[in-house]
């Protein structure tokens, strides 16, 4: 490294000007700093003048470069300062030649600039500003230099190739300093956990040491380039050599360039060698340090397991219910003894997901199952103790009993009347890769609300079809019509508000957004006993309103609008509207609301659904209630995965049954026999123990259609929703064109088909709201838009302005009388 830095330093001859050009253009590879631009003696800067004015301590580049303005005065001489990778320019020498101690940077302007005084002053000397960081640097002929960063773009000249050489050099790896310099900012700024400062260094430093190898590395290779190109134009000038004293210059040159290669050949193999030699010891070190992090994890799994297995032994004790038979705490049943959070607990999920809907102070309870042969009533414990006989769960009404034992397609009113043949597959899911670029291109020039979504996000089916989905399991409703007791019925209500989101696990597609006006029709009157109808009756905000009625003793209505947060790394569905549920025989009214649809890894990775948040169901006759809990997804609960947990009370709030299961698999019910109020909790909330009898399952999931991987996950109801039926309004969803072309695989159409539907309907939407200021300017009213089956109306129970069913599309349906529907496809 001695003679590259005796080169770096030497003097030049008439014969070998190139050459030494290049070498003072070259960084001194042992020091790492950058050449500086002399300046002219007596204060006139020059391209071949003595030894320059830096400031100390930082790396600069002077000089004077001409610089084009304009066609008028074409190229003027300006004095060009490189330092801290920013390259300014001033029409004199003279303000910044002198004292490095007075340099500082102007409050707008990340220029150095010399104190002169006022602001004014300063800014009128610096002419101008280039960051290198993020700008290109190219050349046009031998002595031009092209500088462009954004919108700016800096035309200059040297006096000479060499000065142009150097010039480039020096710009090149000022450059590459910057970038280095911003990124290891971002690094720093973007950590985000707190860590000791002694943990920082020993991480930051080994990785920004190898970020400067790796740098180092670039550069030479960069330069290995250039002294290449340079060789062989050497050479080939050395071939066409007829007269022997050039040849003689001509080889001296190239022996020099070739002593140059070597020695950055040199340079980049020790930067090598020193590049593997720290990552070999530092990928030692992290290994040791992984391997340490991970006992620890065990450890601290292995504790916390200790500690709860402790936690439960200690609540056991500390509760010493006499009725509870001996290893009945550790009996298989709903809890097994394991604390269950109903309403208000904390979870152990990240902090940075967040959840809009939840309750709060909701009580914590214990479930343990008790064997009835050793069941004993007593009272000496039970403050404030619900009790109940072990002989009525098994003497009561059959309702129970038929759900445990009802399987997956022999429920009981599945089987009532012959089922009308349908299809149970539609055509395979087309393997599109989804390219972003095809996205954003159709995006480029138009409006942000005029930018067409693709199919690509999309299953084949509407959002009014979806809200149908709901009705999959009606069976629940059917045999909650048989239970005289008004907790029975609850219970299979809760039920069934958690089986609608049993078809969400896999399905992380978007439904399609209806269009004003779009109707569907589910008619399974004859087969199933009952018929829903769903209508879009806003579009913004998109609002759905849905009305089921079943001959077999039960009428279900609701209006659904959908708010959505984006949080960044997930997606927040939460469904406003309350759902109306109404049994004909006995007059029990409840009503509730859905939760929180949580869509995860939006940005990157696979999409998965988690439902979050409180499901409160009132019966507004005899006011009993459930609260259901959907217990978050947490990396670190050791709860089973798309956990529900509930409790059914009467109006007094007296416990009656204890609700448990997944929202994906399967909900079941056990009897309460005692209540005991137990242990506080760290919190101060104080537990109930729950005595139960053995759980019965009230609905399981049916399973998924073969080859349902490759048709949308969709279910056996979903795969039918969408097929052609006769005598359908003709604004039903099975018509829609968009979302058929995208069922038969013919993507590319559907897109285009989907755009022109979308214009349609904004071209309604304007000459709506074109009617409006023209009544308006009329002094008239203007009622808008008003939904065709549907009507508003105040909700009586809970005081909402909702849309009910009117009447009169059955009927129309009858006689095929669709002269109100308006043409929407």
């Known amino acids: ?355 809009f809907d939840a309750m709060e102070d909701a009580p914590a309870f214990i479930t343990v199952t008790a064997d009835p042969k050793h069941h004993r009533r007593s009272g000496s414990n039970l403050s404030g103790a619900s009790e109940g006989h072990p002989e009525d769960w098994n003497l009561e009404d059959s309702v129970f009993e038929s759900s445990n034992q009802s399987s997956y397609n022999e429920s009981t009113g599945k089987d009532l009347l012959p089922r009308k043949r349908r299809r149970t597959r539609i055509p395979d899911k087309p393997n599109y890769s989804l390219n972003l670029w095809s996205i954003m291109k159709n995006c480029i020039g138009k409006e942000l609300s005029k930018i067409p979504m693709p199919v690509n996000f999309n299953e084949p089916l509407s959002m009014l079809q979806r809200l149908t989905e709901d009705l999959e399991y009606h069976e629940l409703l059917d045999k909650a019509v048989k239970c005289e007791s008004s907790t029975e019925q609850m219970c299979f209500v809760a039920a069934f508000s958690v089986s609608s989101y049993s078809t969400t696990v896999h399905r992380t597609a978007k439904p399609f957004n209806p269009l004003l006006g779009e109707t569907f029709e589910l008619d399974r009157l004859e087969e199933l006993g009952f018929r829903s109808l769903c209508e879009q009756v806003s579009h913004h905000p998109p609002a759905a309103a849905h009305h089921v009625y079943s001959r077999r003793g039960w009428t279900l209505w609701q209006e659904i609008t959908i708010a959505s947060k984006f949080r960044g790394k997930y997606l927040s569905i939460m469904p406003l509207g309350a759902i109306h549920l109404e049994f004909h025989s006995s007059g029990n009214h409840y009503v509730w609301r859905k939760v929180t649809s949580t869509v995860h890894n939006i940005i990157v990775g696979k999409l998965w659904i988690d439902q979050s948040g409180e499901i409160e169901i009132v019966n507004h006759k005899s006011k009993d209630k459930c609260q259901l809990k959907f217990t978050p997804y947490s990396y670190f609960s050791r709860d089973v995965p798309r956990k529900v947990t509930g409790v059914v009370s009467d109006a007094d709030g007296k416990a009656h049954y204890v609700m448990s299961g997944t929202w994906d698999e399967k909900m079941e019910c056990s009897k309460i026999l005692h209540s005991s109020h137990g242990s506080t909790s760290t919190e101060g909330k104080q537990k109930t123990v729950y005595q139960t009898l053995s759980p019965k399952v009230l609905w399981r999931k049916y399973p998924l259609p073969e080859n349902a991987e490759n048709m949308y996950f969709f279910s056996e109801l979903a795969l039918t929703l969408n097929e052609p039926e006769e005598r359908v309004a003709p604004t039903d969803s099975r018509l829609r064109p968009d979302q058929r072309l995208m069922e038969s695989g013919r993507w590319d159409e559907a897109n285009v088909e989907k755009q022109r539907l979308e214009e349609k309907q904004r071209a309604v939407r304007r000459r709506r709201e074109a009617e409006a200021v023209e009544a308006l300017e009329e002094g008239k009213d203007y009622e808008g838009y008003i939904p065709l089956w549907f009507e508003r109306k105040v909700d009586a129970v809970t005081g909402e302005l909702i849309c009910v069913y009117k009447g009169g599309y059955w009927e129309a349906k009858d006689k095929q009388d669709w002269s109100v529907c308006p043409d929407i496809f």
């Open 1 to 355: 490294m001695g003679k590259a830095a005796a080169l770096c330093g030497g003097g030049t001859t008439t014969t070998t000007r190139g050459l030494v050009s290049l070498l003072n253009a070259v960084p001194c590879l042992a020091c790492h700093e950058l050449p500086a631009m002399s300046a002219e003696p007596g204060g006139r800067g020059g391209p071949a003048g003595g030894p320059p004015a830096a400031p100390p301590g930082s790396d600069t580049y002077k000089g004077w470069l001409f610089k084009w303005t304009n066609y008028l005065k074409g190229y003027q001489r300006r004095w060009f300062v490189l330092s801290n990778g920013l390259l300014s320019y001033y029409r004199s020498s003279a303000t910044v030649r002198s004292g490095g101690s007075s340099w500082k940077r102007l409050k707008n302007t990340p220029v150095p600039v010399r104190k002169m005084g006022t602001q004014a002053e300063m800014a009128h000397t610096c002419r101008g500003t280039i960051n290198l960081s993020t700008a290109h640097i190219d050349t046009e002929d031998s002595c031009n230099i092209v500088l462009s960063n954004g919108g700016r773009t800096y035309h200059l000249k040297a006096n000479s190739e060499v000065e142009r050489q150097r010039w480039v050099t020096a710009l090149e790896l000022a450059k590459a300093k910057a970038i280095r310099m911003r990124n290891n900012q971002s690094d720093d700024s973007g950590d985000e956990e707190p860590a000791s400062q002694s943990d920082k260094s020993e991480l930051h430093g080994p990785l920004k040491t190898l970020s400067s190898k790796l740098e180092d590395l670039s550069t030479c290779n960069e330069l290995i380039a250039k002294h290449g190109a340079a060789l062989q134009r050497s050479l080939s000038e050395l071939e066409n050599l007829r007269l022997p004293p050039d040849s003689g210059e001509k080889i001296k040159a190239v022996n020099e360039r070739a002593t140059l290669f070597r020695i950055t050949s040199n340079a980049m193999i020790n930067a090598c060698r020193d590049f593997l030699d720290l990552a070999e010891s530092h990928s030692r070190k992290w290994q040791r340090l992984l391997q340490h992090e991970r006992e620890q994890r065990i450890r601290l799994e292995e504790t916390i397991e200790q500690l709860a297995k402790q936690h439960n032994s200690l609540e056991r004790a500390c509760r010493g219910a006499p009725g509870l038979a001996p290893g009945t705490a550790s009996s298989s049943g709903t809890a097994k003894g394991s604390v269950q959070s109903a309403k208000g607990e904390a979870s152990d999920e990240d902090e940075e997901t967040e959840y």
